[in-house]
């Protein structure tokens, strides 16, 4: 008890001194995490949509496939991406390893299936009740993605916020492949990661907090964003 | 000057559902002019006939043929379901919808949308949600997304079977403003009263099969088969 209380001091120690290093990691946590979600997003919402619409034979073995990887261990995927970018690996020309860059990489093949899963579901249940409709009134394919996707966006945001929320803790996969670098690849997780392994308990339950109410904020600020956008119903 | 794409001609034509045959065979000649009513028992096949007609059902066996090209011939038409297709969007922008299909810009879209909401009696309610609106309102909703983009064809399923008596007679108001405008009308019934007051033919079908078709007069008058005649009494009774 004691150490979380001390934890919390010292959070809020580091936040209000405006310590230098913990939002330089913080924002580094934040912009990796984002533009991974962004990514899975503009990749899983499309897919999701596209699954629920389209027949075809292959559609239950994709369906299938993205509900197993949505349970992918992060070590594994960040061994297989490290391998992959690793100077002697197929992509090693980029020279990418431990770079933030190859951090959102590992981060969207992560969430990609999460987000995916969690649109076509609730696609799938707006199709259904749409579906003669858009068929009565000649929507092409394209218009009918388009009229599901913007339909479900409150389903859609939770499915991206799913994904934003597994990607922003993980630690695993973004410590392999990006080497938790001082001022360069470190973020929230790594950082707590290696204070506790050097038992600075304080410091890592204060960064424990502070990615706490990262993650909180996010969420808030895109709720209510949604929200200011129509106060109808939806 | 388009094609037209009536008459339609359906000779022989099957809808199954698995091992059940649903509907027919039917065959029937829908000509160029007038009202249309498919009259007929629950289960009868009226709503499986009505979406056959819209290319919304597989036959198994049998042809559908318009005037025109297929593709065009769908384009041209609009249909108003039994349950209403409610949109997760506001009751102007519900109606509006099938404009924008046709690139049609938003602003004009809108317009129009809220001048048929106001032909229908929806004035009041274009900006709430279209899923708050009453049964009826909600009717009377899909009916004016039908009509905006001014089909030559229009299928109505029971459009006023939750609608009030007064709903009611708005609405036939309006199909018969939307006939004299040259809009071709099929629409299905329960109501042996509601094919009295609109019918021009009537099309009796009964476990999914078409047992009398023709004028509405000489059927009101004297229907040929006895399950017409028992679903007409049966109506007048109730
Ligand atoms: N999957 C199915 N298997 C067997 N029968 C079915 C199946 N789906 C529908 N039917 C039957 O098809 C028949 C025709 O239904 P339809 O909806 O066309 O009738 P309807 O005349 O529109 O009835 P209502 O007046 O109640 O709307 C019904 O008897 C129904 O039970
Ligand atoms: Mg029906």
């Not at chain 2, 009202?35 to 096949?45: D, K, S």
Request: hydrophobic share 50%; charged share 20%.
């Amino acid at each position: 008890m004691n150490d979380i209380l001390a934890g919390l001091e010292h959070a809020l120690r580091l936040v209000v001194g405006f310590d230098p290093t913990l939002y330089e990691i913080t924002l580094r946590s934040l912009s990796v995490t984002l533009t991974a979600t962004l990514i899975a997003s503009l990749i899983g919402l499309p897919l999701g949509a596209w699954l629920s619409v389209n027949r075809f034979r292959a559609r239950r073995f994709i369906i299938a496939t993205l509900n197993a990887l949505m349970g992918l261990p992060p070590v594994v995927v960040g061994l297989i991406v490290f391998v992959i970018f690793s100077r002697s690996g197929p992509l090693g020309i980029f020279g990418l390893l431990f770079t933030t860059k190859v951090m959102i990489i590992a981060q969207v093949i992560l969430i990609t299936p999460i987000i995916a899963s969690v649109a076509h579901q609730a696609i799938r249940e707006l199709w259904a009740e749409y579906h003669d409709l858009l068929i009565s009134l000649n929507a092409t394919r394209f218009q009918r993605i388009k009229a599901l996707l913007w339909d479900s966006r409150r389903a859609l945001l939770t499915a991206s916020l799913t994904g934003f929320g597994r990607a922003v803790g993980e630690v695993g996969a973004i410590m392999i492949v990006g080497g938790n670098i001082d001022h360069s690849t470190r973020v929230l997780t790594t950082a707590i990661a290696l204070e506790t392994g050097k038992g600075n308990f304080a410091l890592a339950l204060a960064l424990g907090f502070v990615l706490i109410a990262l993650a909180l904020g996010v969420n808030y600020a895109l709720h209510f964003l949604s929200r200011t956008e129509r106060s109808s119903r939806w | 000057m388009v094609a037209p794409l009536l008459p339609l001609s359906v000779r022989d034509a099957e809808v199954w559902r698995g091992p059940t045959r649903i509907l027919g065979p039917v065959s029937l000649d829908l000509g160029e002019t007038g009202i249309t009513i498919v009259l007929g028992p629950n289960g009868g096949g009226k709503t499986t006939l009505l979406r056959t007609l819209h290319g919304l059902e597989r036959m198994r066996r049998g042809s559908l043929k318009w005037s025109c090209s297929r593709e065009e011939a769908l384009k041209r038409q609009a249909f108003v379901f039994q349950q209403p297709v409610i949109m997760r969007r506001s009751v102007v922008e519900s109606i509006a919808y099938p404009l924008l299909l046709d690139r049609v810009p938003k602003r004009d879209a809108l317009a129009r949308a809220a001048e048929i909401a106001g032909n229908v009696g929806l004035a009041k309610h274009l900006e709430l949600p279209a899923q708050v609106l009453s049964g009826g309102e909600k009717q009377k909703m899909a009916l004016a997304r039908a009509l905006i983009r001014r089909p030559d064809l229009l299928f109505l399923d029971e459009p006023c079977a939750s609608l009030d008596g007064e709903s009611t007679h708005e609405i036939e108001e309006i199909l018969q403003r939307a006939k004299a405008d040259g809009t071709r009308i099929v629409m299905s019934t329960h109501s042996v009263g509601q094919a009295r007051r609109m019918a021009d033919q009537i099309l009796f079908i009964h476990q999914g099969q078409i047992l009398e078709a023709g004028p509405a007069d000489a059927f009101l008058a004297g229907p040929q088969t006895l399950e017409a005649r028992a679903h007409i009494n049966g109506d007048l009774l109730s």
